[in-house]
């Protein structure tokens, strides 16, 4: 049975860091596009970022752009989501989602996805 488990989340201040881990299990997901996607109270899930299987390839969502770096290890199947200048605005529940394209997994149309964390950022 495939899962992806993210840990990492918790409260911080703004302008503080987090850094989130989603690992994956069940399979090896080397060939695939790796992405986190957030829900904020009250609001739709929205795309944060994603990475190809080589790491060549990274896409981040405006909000989030020159703040947060997506980064992979393979070897460990595992994604990993830097969270730096952190705003109360970016308080949500942080989703891992694992794809077989970038356009796929940035429509929201994961094949996999974790269970999600929680990231609070106060002000």
């Known amino acids: 049975q495939v899962q992806l488990v993210e840990t990492g989340g918790g409260l911080v201040q703004a302008g503080g860091s987090l850094r989130l881990s989603c690992a994956g299990s069940?399979?090896?997901?080397?060939?695939?596009?790796m992405g986190w996607f957030r829900r904020a109270p009250g609001k739709d899930r929205e795309f944060v970022a994603a990475?190809?299987?080589?790491?060549?390839?990274?896409n981040y969502a405006d909000s989030v752009k020159d703040r947060f770096t997506i980064s992979r290890d393979n070897a460990k199947n595992t994604v990993y989501l830097e969270m730096n200048s952190l705003k109360p605005e970016d308080t949500a529940v942080y989703y891992c989602?694992?794809?077989?394209?970038?356009?796929?997994?940035?429509?929201?149309?994961?094949?996999?996805w974790g269970q999600g964390t929680q990231v609070t950022v106060s002000s």
């Open positions: 069940g399979r090896t997901f080397s060939n695939y596009v």
């Open positions: 990475i190809s299987w080589s790491s060549g390839t990274q």
């Open positions: 989602a694992v794809g077989p394209a970038v356009a796929i997994v940035r429509s929201g149309l994961a094949q996999y």
